[in-house]
């Protein structure tokens, strides 16, 4: 009989990333035939995503669209996906991925898949033209950028005051100047109109998208062993093929931004390594304090120093 | 289960629940376990409902409801309302139903300076029912303006409840409370035709009397010492959101700043009138923050057991076109009025117009305004209308809610008509984007 | 049974009066934050989420002084057309549901509570905010309205009696 998995993404159906977990879908569905089926219940409006984690935990729904860094409180490892510099594919390839899975099956009650969309640095996006200092490293005191919790410490190490908001609020907040400016990815910031009012980047971007799909183990572990199989064959391509598509999705949105006049402030030399390194440092520490077991292990397989 | 047998379970239970007298946020948390339960299991689906109340309320974006009763409590409370209502009704002249109009110009007043339509209307109430009733209007002609004037607040920014349906709907909220200012003074001007047409219909309904007369220079004295310094608080509300100096929320809070400033300029303000405001507005906060606590969570499981997909599916496989599908909407929004407030309309009907308002493309600052309107109505609308609640706690004793409610009805009509200008020229509520 | 009762609803309006307090905090918090940014400070991080919780807070802490002062509003067609010894009846089987429901949210966010609270979960937003603090006024408050209901039953009055204001509304 054919299994059937309801899944819950992070994003409302229209967003870029629900539209690739859909096309994940798809491919599941397709190949899967008779076995094993997905069926997207929603987005948001279902859990709130703060409130993912724990569903997922719970199994609430079985299989999950959702970023590792939406559930660090009970996976403080998840930051590793954030927080590395090869592709996930690399990550896959030495064992690295099989190593944090073993974390996530123990901590969230999670197998995970894929890491999906990967490969799409985060950028600071601001509405002032940042200031830098004589040696041309960027000082943002005094400015209020809206962060996600995954890099919420390297932006407030620049001196920036760090708001958390909703993406929904982010718009009136650039509008009203609540807020200076947003980190986000280069990927789907048009979406949301935000360089209506955001006309500078630092460049280079830090740290890579987190987005995971992954199971409740529950669910997972009844699956029959065929299903399995079909869920992590499509996994691994996929895995790739977004990678790709991401990949050149942002290089096009990065032409468009460019065009629609965005200026790019680009840290050249010493400076931009200093930037690379606090961001990553940052995480990384985090990590660490909040639960050092498997830090040096984890650290060893998803990062490489001095290849910034 | 499919997804019309879903919406029965959750939606039939809600309905005979909060029939039966079961508070409305009561009614939700008992389908919203009984709910989770179904779809989820009962261990796992009770637990994950606890966590998700949390969620609820905890947005920045609501902020502004507690500040915006605040600021209209204080409002009343310190004796600044009095102030506008008497320097108004020394600028209005001799004219037939001279009260009516006082009425309507102050009402339109306090929605400009206050965000809760109750505490509007109980004002207006207290203050003008008893000489209304001296020279002998009828009731028409006394408790009609009040009831019309008194729901302006929820138009005319600031608005606790734009606030509520902005947040709730994720329209921009900013936008939302600057675009009921002009359709909110088109009201006021339509209240003003429905009085001169009843007083020239029946002109014995508020018998002439000529008001003491005031020399212009005292006149001026007055406005300048006693309405003029009010426009610092439309300025901290409206110009500020206007200006994009501050947010919604931000504009809450400097309204309230100035209340109190203003307060203290007049030495109206005391300790009582402080706890006072503050007591109300803890009570009707508390009400309507379980009240979103509550059916955010039912919201999620319709979505969850797919119902609210199902009924857009199935309400848009109808080939009523935009128009259809709006009024259909407006009539749903009216029969809930008869029977529920506010809150509990909007948490109940949003999951399943929201996707229906995108899906037909409708502008939704506009959309959202048309709900407030619907929403002011149901306000005055028996069985369950808290404005006329209101009303008869201080309307002369032995007034029935029918008396009330009918006198209401010229001013609910000039609701709809406003409507209809809305959708036929919906550029009147884009004057300031 | 009445020292209870008396004992309960003393606790319910002190936690009304700790909700005004949040709502005053919540001004205070708000002013000083758009003063701070317009005067070219940095505004304190912890601000927003800090009022955001306190929204939830405010949430809980009134339910049982307003279930106690007939707050919550509710729909009361059915009641309205009954005669007397049945609306009578209607209302009191309504209160003891009521009370019962509450007794049962007091347990689940008592779990909530405990979970919390033993595994050191925390919620990230600006900071890391523990999740025991978020639940904590939860089963506490549910346990409370619970009793308030009660007495309406128990001591011959009716939840839907009050006058018509005391229904609260925007
Ligand atoms: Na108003
Ligand atoms: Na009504």
């Given at each position: 009989?054919e299994a ?28 899967g035939?008779?076995v094993?089926?997905?069926?997207v ?6 859990v ?15 299989i ?13 490892e998840g ?10 594919m690399?990550n896959r390839?030495?064992g690295?991925?099989?190593?944090v ?5 123990e901590k969230?009650?999670a ?18 033209e ?12 005094g400015?209020?950028?809206?962060t ?5 410490s390297f ?10 908001q ?5 718009y009136?907040s650039?509008?009203?100047?609540v807020?200076?400016?947003t980190?986000?990815t ?11 009012f ?18 409740n183990?529950?669910s ?7 299903a399995?199989?079909i ?5 691994i391509s996929y895995?790739k ?7 050149s999705?942002?290089e096009?949105?990065?032409?468009a931004?460019r065009?629609?006049g965005?200026?790019?402030?680009e840290?050249?030399?010493a400076?931009?390594e ?5 961001a ?20 060893e ?5 001095g290849?910034? | 289960m ?8 959750l939606?039939?239970?809600l309905?005979?629940?909060m029939?039966?007298?079961?508070p ?5 948390i ?15 689906g009770?637990g994950q409902l ?10 920045y974006?609501?902020?502004p409801?507690?500040l915006?009763?605040?600021?209209g ?6 004796g600044l309302?009095r102030?506008v209502?008497?320097?108004v ?9 001279r009260?009516?109009?006082v009425t309507?110009?102050?009402?339109t ?5 206050s ?16 000489e209304?009733?001296?020279?002998g ?19 005319i920014?600031?608005?606790a409840?734009a606030v ?18 002009v359709?909110?003074v088109?009201?006021?001007v339509l ?15 508020a018998p ?10 005292r ?17 901290a509300v409206v ?10 929320t ?18 109206a303000l005391?300790?009582d009138s ?18 979103i ?5 039912y919201s999620?499981?319709l979505?969850f057991s797919?119902?609210?997909s199902?009924?857009v ?8 076109g935009a ?7 407006l ?7 008869m ?6 309309m ?5 999951p399943?117009?929201?996707p229906?308002?995108?899906t037909y ?6 959309f959202?305004?048309?709900m407030?309107l619907?929403?002011e109505?149901?306000f005055t ?7 006329l609640?209101?009303?008869?706690g ?25 409507i ?12 300031f984007r | 049974?009445?020292?209870?009762f008396r004992?309960a609803?003393s606790a319910?309006?002190?936690?009304f ?19 701070m ?8 991080y912890w ?5 955001e919780?306190?929204?939830?807070w405010?949430?809980?802490l ?21 005669a007397?010894?049945?609306r009578?009846?209607l ?13 049962f ?5 008592g ?9 050191g979960?925390y ?13 904590l006024?939860m089963p506490?408050?549910?346990f409370?309205a619970?009793?308030m209901f009660?007495?309406f039953?128990?001591t ?10 005391s229904?609260?509304?925007?």
């Open positions: 009989e059937v998995l309801r899944a819950v993404t992070f994003t409302p159906a229209q967003a870029y990333y629900a539209k690739s977990f859909q096309s994940f879908a798809d491919q599941v569905n397709e190949k035939k008779g094993v089926r997905i069926e219940i929603g987005g948001p409006e279902v709130p995503p703060l409130k993912l984690g724990e569903a997922q935990m719970n199994g609430v729904a079985d999950f669209n959702l970023p590792a860094g939406l559930y660090l409180n009970l996976v403080p930051e590793v996906f954030a927080g590395s510099n090869h592709t996930p690399e390839a030495n690295g991925f099989d190593m899975n073993e974390v996530f099956k969230g009650n197998v995970l898949l894929a890491h999906v969309d990967g490969g799409a640095p985060f950028h600071i996006f601001l509405t002032k940042p200031k830098l200092d004589a040696e041309g490293n960027p000082d943002l005191t400015l209020k950028i809206r996600a919790p995954l890099y919420r932006v407030e190490s620049l001196g920036a005051v760090n708001v958390v909703s993406p929904s609020d982010v009136t650039l509008e009203r100047g807020v200076d400016g980190g986000y280069v990927l789907g910031f048009r979406d949301f109109n935000w360089d209506k955001t006309k500078y980047r630092i460049d280079p971007g830090f740290f890579q998208t987190d987005v995971l799909i992954s199971m183990k529950d997972w572990d009844k699956l029959s062993p065929e399995q199989a869920l992590e064959e499509v996994a895995e093929e977004s990678y790709e598509a991401v990949k999705a942002t096009a949105e990065d032409k931004l065009d629609g965005m200026e790019i402030i840290l050249k030399g400076a931009r200093k930037y690379l390194d606090d990553y440092t940052v995480t990384w520490e985090r990590l660490k304090s909040r639960d050092d077991t498997h830090y040096d292990a984890l650290r397989k998803f990062f490489t120093e290849t910034n | 499919a997804w019309l047998e879903w919406f029965l379970m939606m039939v239970p309905l005979v629940a029939a039966l007298g079961l409305v946020a009561f009614a939700f008992a389908v919203n376990v009984i709910g989770a339960a179904a779809l989820l299991g009962f261990g796992v009770v606890v966590s998700n109340m949390t969620a609820g309320v905890t947005t974006a609501l902020a409801v507690p915006f009763l605040l600021m409590s204080l409002f009343f409370h310190s309302a102030r209502l008497d320097a009704d020394m600028m209005i002249g001799r004219v037939p139903a009260l009516s109009y309507v110009a102050t009402g007043l306090f929605a400009a300076l965000g809760s339509s109750l505490a509007n209307t109980g004002m207006l109430g207290t203050l003008m029912v008893p209304m009733r001296r020279r209007y009828k009731n028409h002609m006394a408790l009609g303006p009040i009831l019309g004037s008194g729901g302006l607040a929820v138009i920014p600031p608005s409840l509520l349906l902005g947040s709730l709907a994720q329209i921009d909220i900013g936008a939302l409370l600057l675009a009921g200012l359709p909110g088109i009201l006021a209240y003003a035709g429905v009085i001169y047409v009843q007083s020239r219909i029946d002109p014995s309904a002439y009397y000529v008001p003491e007369d005031v020399p212009l220079a006149r001026i004295v007055v406005v300048l010492r006693e309405v003029a310094p009010m426009s610092i608080i439309v300025a110009g500020t959101i206007l200006t994009g100096t501050a947010t919604p931000e504009a809450a809070a400097l309204g309230t700043l100035a209340v109190l400033i203003l307060a203290i300029a007049y030495r005391s300790w402080i706890r006072k405001s503050l007591d109300d507005t803890t009570r009707v906060t508390g009400m309507t923050f379980l009240l606590t509550a059916s955010s969570t999620q499981l979505a797919g119902a609210s199902g009924l599916r199935w309400a848009t496989g109808f080939d009523v128009l259809g599908i709006l009024l259909l909407m009539l749903v929004l009216l029969v809930l009025g029977l529920m407030d506010q809150v509990s909007m948490l109940i009907t949003l399943v117009f929201l229906l308002a995108m493309g409708f502008d939704p600052i506009w959202g305004l048309l407030l619907m929403l109505v149901s609308t028996p069985p369950f209308g808290l404005l609640f209101v009303m008869q201080v309307a002369p004793p032995g007034t029935s809610l029918g008396t009330i409610a009918r006198a209401a009805t010229p001013y609910i009509g000039c609701v709809f008509l406003l209809a200008l809305l959708i036929a020229f919906p550029q009147v509520s884009e004057v | 049974m009445a020292m209870l004992a609803a319910s309006r002190i936690f009066f700790a909700g005004m307090g949040l709502i005053a905090a919540i001004f205070v918090i708000v002013v000083y934050d758009v003063t940014r317009n005067a070219g400070f940095t505004p304190p601000g927003v989420n800090t009022v919780y306190a929204l939830f405010i949430a809980m009134t339910i049982p002084d307003l279930v106690r002062t007939r707050g919550h509003v509710s729909v009361e067609v059915v009641l309205a057309a009954l007397p010894a049945a009578a009846r209302s009191s089987a309504v209160s003891i549901f009521a009370a019962l429901l509450c007794f949210m007091t347990w689940r966010a779990l909530a509570f405990t979970g919390a609270w033993m595994s979960n919620e990230v937003r600006a900071f890391d905010m523990p999740e025991w603090i978020i639940y006024p506490i408050s549910f409370l619970g009793l009660l007495r039953p128990l011959g009055e009716s939840y839907h009696a009050g006058p018509a204001e229904s609260g509304g925007l």
